[in-house]
């Protein structure tokens, strides 16, 4: 009864401690404001999807802004901004951009950061990944600076409505080619649109046909490959048969892709990424897409490919170390390349995924052609800007004009190419 008594008493009088413990609250979180520069800029098939990618980060992290700086990767502008930038001092806190060597300065230089521990820290987001797309982005220091996001195929693009109505076989091989260059320049049809100066994918292919797989990675780091002078002769020989457009000096590889997109050339070496942007819906629906032939005395197989993971996000140095700005780098470098992301981004410019698991089908019977060609490739390569320095792809390209025209010998353009190599490595 006493004790009874007590708690009845303790009851009444409330000697008990109320529980007073609130849930602390969230401090809320700095704003941070992070510059992205890209080349999914201008007409790029994937800018909207892009553009749409950051806009879902910062709906997710209002505190975040995001400066969505972008160029067209047609415009050679943009290699003198991001060199620029990245030795001022004005380095974007993410990069997208080439993985070669147009990357080497600034990763010598420490400019970005190895982001092997960020993808080891972060286990999920690293399996979200495709192994050979990592794999391709390792450097020979065996770090990874750049992550993947969309693959690419270069190839040779036919509208076979054009060679039907003109009864001709799909360019196959050399004398396929050279005997439809031959009959539609005489009907003033353009055989192949391409421009002299911005000649990448002319150099590409055209050295791999005749050097093949191994001739054409080698690039000039082990002496001039002869070769290398037999594709150039090939050029010519399109050249004098009145392969290319009229306007081919003045021209730059958007207006050679346009030429295409009008239905008045029947052929352009182009990336996977031209067909999004490709808007003659007759032109697309007529659209293949193959390996560049073997010229005689080439010794590629007929089925080798320019192709892969040639760019990715890098994260600056500077950012990395700005606790204020870190954090947040990272997570928009964790969404921007979320299997989600890259699915979409793929689906707009046609590129193969760096995603595990995602399998991109083509949207057009020429996407489809395309992925089909890269899956029965007997190699597939880097473009030679990727083995040699910028400056020595741009004397291989000042040198087709030069010897399509006449005015100078490949054998004298590749000498003046290799002392501009072997100028840029020392």
Not at 245 to 270: C, F, H, R, W
Request: aromatic share 8%; glycine share 8%; proline share 5%.
């Amino acid at each position: 009864m006493f004790l009874a008594a007590c708690s009845k008493t303790e009851e009444k009088t409330g000697t008990e401690t109320p529980n007073t413990t609130e849930t602390p609250k969230e401090e809320p979180k700095k704003d941070v404001s992070l510059r992205v520069f890209s080349t999914f800029g201008g007409t790029d098939a994937a800018r909207e999807s892009f553009q749409a990618a950051i806009d879902g980060f910062t709906s997710k992290n209002p505190n975040v802004k995001v400066e969505n700086d972008t160029m067209s990767a047609n415009d050679d502008g943009f290699r003198t901004k991001v060199n620029t930038d990245m030795t001022s001092g004005n380095e974007p806190d993410i990069l997208f951009y080439f993985t070669g060597a147009d990357a080497k300065g600034f990763i010598d230089a420490g400019k970005v950061v190895p982001l092997n521990e960020v993808l080891d820290a972060n286990p999920d987001w690293k399996a979200g990944f495709a192994p050979a797309a990592l794999e391709n982005m390792t450097r020979d220091d065996g770090k990874i600076y750049s992550i993947p996001l969309t693959g690419y195929y270069e190839g040779l693009f036919v509208n076979k409505k054009i060679f039907k109505d003109n009864n001709l076989e799909l360019p196959t091989d050399w004398d396929k080619l050279t005997k439809a260059v031959k009959t539609l320049s005489a009907k003033g049809i353009i055989p192949l649109a391409a421009p002299f100066d911005q000649s990448h994918y002319l150099i590409e292919y055209f050295m791999l046909s005749a050097a093949g797989s191994k001739g054409h990675n080698s690039g000039l780091a082990n002496g001039i490959d002869p070769n290398w002078e037999k594709g150039y002769a090939a050029m010519k020989e399109l050249y004098d048969l009145k392969a290319f457009p009229k306007d081919a000096a003045t021209i730059d590889l958007s207006m050679a892709s346009n030429y295409y997109d009008q239905g008045k050339a029947a052929m352009v070496i182009e990336g996977s990424w031209a067909i999004g942007n490709w808007k003659n819906k007759e032109v697309v629906d007529n659209t293949t897409v193959m390996p560049f032939p073997v010229m005689p005395g080439g010794l590629g197989t007929g089925k080798d490919v320019i192709g892969g993971f040639g760019s990715g996000f890098y994260i600056s140095k500077a950012t990395y170390d700005n606790p204020d700005k870190k954090d947040a780098a990272i997570e928009l470098l964790k969404s921007l390349t979320s299997p989600e992301t890259i699915e979409k981004i793929a689906n707009s410019n046609g590129g193969t995924s760096a995603a595990a698991g995602v399998e991109i089908k083509g949207t057009t019977q020429a996407a489809t052609d395309g992925f089909a060609m890269v899956a029965s490739a007997t190699s597939i390569n880097k473009p030679i800007d990727n083995v040699v320095t910028p400056e020595t792809f741009s004397a291989l390209r000042a040198g087709v004009q030069s010897i399509v025209t006449g005015k100078k010998q490949p054998a004298d353009v590749l000498k003046e190419a290799k002392a501009t190599e072997d100028a840029g490595t020392k």
